[in-house]
């Protein structure tokens, strides 16, 4: 076993990573909720007892505990590197591209409070950026944009620091576009470099979402509504596991929410739009059982879906989402027989299309033609 340690030092202690090279070597992403499972069962007879949060990133499945943060390779399962820390993990992120992780724990120096930001690299579990910030801490769910990360601090301004050293970037206060009053029930998601944000302005009875350039914090495209709840924001990146908490393709059809849901695709530099994915845009059809998305923002969506990786990537997920959803529908005359059984996996659904290793591409191609034929 090639076993390496990585000790940080610095003015308070940063903690230890231990890693087996070997096995982060191997490690890749964990694409299916079975592989995330196989390390929840492989934890419960660990001794350092059950995890409290299981996230996915680039390179396998990150499991925090009390006092380290572990990630495994999940084919087969195994420790590829620990992060030891001295407190209990206050927020937790993985960056949209899966290659490293933001932590934030306690580092309170007698009565004075106290916060560590540390940046690992999520497939050795190598600090790469780490720093204490003194004095009163976000509050929010912090947000890893490259050399920046962000959360809500105070409650209604988006603050952006730098991973460096933790020197302000920028600011951006929600109320600036509120007629008076608080921002509530803020949500954001991130897209590597880009934040949308969704808010009420409790006052006026508005809800609003926003794209934010990551870089400066500046608004490139608003949306607004009276009278509606604030849509919920999700975002779909490449280590999202289908099927599992953070997959909204998985949540919008055990909800039924297909019909008020809004899929977003955009920059700052190319604008931003509202899309339908397949398997809706190639074959209506699917409409009569599962209503086809939101085609445009007249009315506020229930949920608003970003993707953070090419948009055809989008539409591969979220097709193959709707063909699991469609073969366990008894009311759609659509069953696993009815597909090639050289696009199934041990006689499954595929769940992501990187489990087909090797032609992706040309499969989910196939598995579309099928769809078109069946609800033509």
């Known amino acids: 076993m090639a076993l390496f340690v990585v000790v940080s030092t610095g003015c308070a202690a940063q903690g230890e990573t231990v890693a087996d090279a070997e096995v982060a070597d191997d490690a890749r992403g964990a694409f299916t909720m079975a592989e995330v499972e196989a390390v929840e069962e492989f934890l419960a007879d660990d001794q350092r007892g059950p995890a409290t949060e299981l996230l996915a990133t680039g390179s396998g499945v990150l499991a925090l505990f009390d006092d380290q943060v572990v990630s495994f390779g999940a084919d087969p399962v195994a420790e590829a590197w620990r992060h030891e820390i001295s407190e209990p993990v206050r927020d937790v992120s993985v960056a949209s591209t899966g290659e490293a992780v933001l932590l934030r724990y306690g580092a309170d120096v007698g009565p004075v409070a106290g916060e560590r930001v540390t940046v690992l690299d999520a497939e050795r579990g190598r600090v790469l950026e780490s ?155 699917v409409g009569k059982y599962a209503a086809q998305p939101m085609e445009d923002f007249e009315a506020a969506p229930r949920e608003l879906v970003l993707h953070s990786a090419p948009r055809r990537n989008m539409h591969d997920h979220v097709l193959l989402g709707a063909v699991r959803w469609l073969v366990e529908e008894d009311s759609v005359p659509f069953t696993t027989e009815d597909i090639d059984e050289s696009l199934l996996i041990d006689g499954e659904v595929v769940q992501n299309p990187r489990q087909w290793t090797v032609g992706a591409p040309g499969y989910v191609s ?11």
Not at 206 to 227: I, N, R, Y
Not at 366 to 376: C, I, N, T
């Open 131 to 285: 720093y204490i910030d003194r004095g009163e801490t976000a509050a929010g769910e912090g947000h890893l944009l490259r050399s920046l990360w962000v959360a809500t601090d105070p409650g209604e301004v988006l603050r952006a620091r730098r991973i460096a050293d933790g020197e302000v970037a920028w600011e951006h206060n929600l109320t600036d576009t509120c007629s008076g009053g608080r921002a509530d029930d803020i949500e954001m998601v991130d897209a590597g470099t880009q934040l949308l944000v969704a808010y009420a302005c409790g006052e006026d009875g508005t809800a609003h979402v926003a794209m934010l350039d990551g870089s400066t914090g500046e608004p490139f495209w608003e949306e607004s509504w009276a009278g509606d709840p604030v849509p919920r924001v999700h975002v779909v990146h490449e280590h999202t596991v289908p099927g599992g908490p953070d997959d909204p393709v998985s949540r919008m059809f055990a909800d039924e929410a297909s019909g008020e849901t809004a899929f977003l695709y955009g920059s700052e530099s190319d604008g931003v739009e509202v899309f339908v994915p397949e398997p809706w845009r190639s074959a209506p059809g």
């Open 366 to 376: 196939a598995l579309l033609v099928e769809v078109e034929e069946a609800f033509s």
